[in-house]
């Protein structure tokens, strides 16, 4: 655990209420049919993405081969059923979408309070990732985004799967991320408090570090081509457990992430952190990982050639206890905010040898591709529709949609998903047209 010293943000300060929000907040545009400041030229722009992102996998996957350079086969090893990975169950036919709590065939944790398959929302529901918020306006004066690197790598013990796996190599980026996560949340920490609406501000990689770094000591052992990006934690999500989109069920019972989780030294009573076994459902981090867990049944299959990511830490709370999203800060704190944000994600897509970023939500996309042009780095970034409720486009069949613009962008192809649009590419197949190029 690094040194720890007291963040700005902790201090109390007056509010004006959650019923005062800044003009940047009510300019704010909710993510919908279209929504997002891409330009005439948005449909073109996509469809231009999606062939670069096909014709730059096939190599990507060669990328991210073991020392010998073939492909190691992510169906070997230890089956679902063994491992300690828990795969209770085959994948929902169909690409049925997964209950929030509990995906179809899955044993409902012991810990399920009966009667909360009906739980009833709050006024607020569910504070997600980015709540669907579309771009704010994006002004400011594009600050200047130092690098985030240059952090000791970290020297503590390593769990058994570690030991057992015990490369040097494939140790070495999980300790490279580690790095560029603390360097950030340094940064972020000598921060002044952000303003009005924010009342509290949650910073998951630092009282939820040990969750964070088992779930990246367990995955994060390769190169990664594809690197998935969301915005910022949501409150019952990563805010609980220290995993990006992380609900708990899928936390806990699928990836198998362990560790203690502190609390913030400023909680807000509304929103109060129980960790791993908190029992409300985050509707965003159980549709992206049940889309996930629906395509790779184990997921290291699925880490094999992908990552998960947030592009800021910290989650933001009205005195309400509402989620106030980065686009609804103003512009000042935003660009103060999101610059190192930027300069992070950067480092971060140079370190794993990314080739393709895969951002949920427009906001994520247009600061990644900001923080990537900024930086130099010809790596495509495209999207998929946040799975927030909030975002109207996500209610409407969001696991389908999403489902075909990962088979457009060649990332079903990438993770040998047989899908019928997609020509029934099979992992055997597609490893074979891989070592035949190399």
């Given at each position: ?11 109390p ?60 086969d992510?169906t ?15 994948p ?30 709050e ?7 980015e ?5 704010a ?16 790598a ?127 459902a ?25 990552f ?20 609804e ?9 999101l610059?190192p944000c ?6 971060a ?35 998929i ?15 389908g ?15 040998g ?22």
């Amino acid at each position: 655990m690094f040194p720890r010293r007291k963040a700005r943000w902790e201090t109390p300060r007056a509010d004006k209420g959650p019923g005062h929000a800044p003009g940047a907040a009510r300019g704010a545009r909710r993510e919908g049919e279209g929504a997002g400041p891409v330009g005439a030229g948005g449909g073109a722009r996509s469809a231009a993405d999606a062939a670069r992102a096909r014709g730059g996998l096939a190599a990507a996957a060669a990328a991210v081969t073991s020392p010998g350079g073939a492909v190691r086969d992510v169906t070997g090893g230890a089956g679902p059923g063994e491992g300690g990975h828990g795969q209770n169950s085959p994948p929902p036919p169909g690409g049925a979408r997964c209950h929030p709590r509990h995906p179809p065939g899955s044993p409902v944790p012991s810990v399920t309070p009966p009667g909360r398959w009906g739980m009833e929302r709050e006024r607020e529901e569910e504070e997600e990732e980015e709540e669907g918020a579309g771009a704010a306006a994006e002004e400011g004066a594009g600050a200047a985004a130092a690098g985030a690197g240059g952090a000791a790598a970290d020297g503590d013990g390593e769990d058994a799967e570690d030991d057992e796996d015990g490369a040097d190599a494939e140790e070495g980026v999980a300790r490279r991320f580690l790095a560029l996560q603390r360097a950030l949340s340094e940064r972020l920490r000598a921060l002044p408090p952000p303003g009005p609406p924010v009342a509290v501000v949650y910073a998951p990689l630092e009282y939820a570090w040990e969750p964070h770094r088992s779930f990246v000591r367990r995955f994060l052992r390769s190169p990664k081509a594809v690197l998935f990006l969301g915005m910022n934690p949501g409150p019952f999500g990563m805010a609980q457990t220290g995993v990006p989109f992380g609900e708990a069920w899928h936390v806990r019972e699928w990836l198998r992430v362990s560790g203690p989780v502190r609390r913030p030294p400023r909680e807000h009573p509304k929103r109060p952190v129980l960790g791993l076994r908190c029992p409300r459902a985050e509707v965003s981090g159980a549709r992206f990982w049940g889309l996930i867990r629906s395509l790779c049944p184990d997921p290291r299959a699925f880490f094999r050639h992908c990552f998960v990511h947030n592009l800021c830490p910290l989650l933001f709370l009205a005195a309400s206890g509402r989620n106030v999203a980065p686009p609804e800060l103003r512009a000042a704190e935003r660009e103060r905010l999101l610059a190192p944000c930027g300069a992070a994600l950067a480092a971060a897509v140079r370190a794993l040898r990314v080739r393709l970023v895969v951002a949920l939500g427009r906001v994520a996309e247009l600061r990644a591709r900001r923080a990537l042009r900024d930086a130099g780095i010809a790596v495509p970034v495209a999207w998929i529709p946040h799975p927030s409720p909030r975002n109207p486009r996500a209610n409407r069949g969001w696991e389908g949609e999403a489902r075909e613009r990962l088979r457009e962008l060649g990332v079903l192809r990438l993770l040998g998903v047989r899908d019928g649009a997609d020509g029934g590419v099979d992992l055997a197949g597609f490893r074979a047209t891989l070592q035949g190029r190399g």
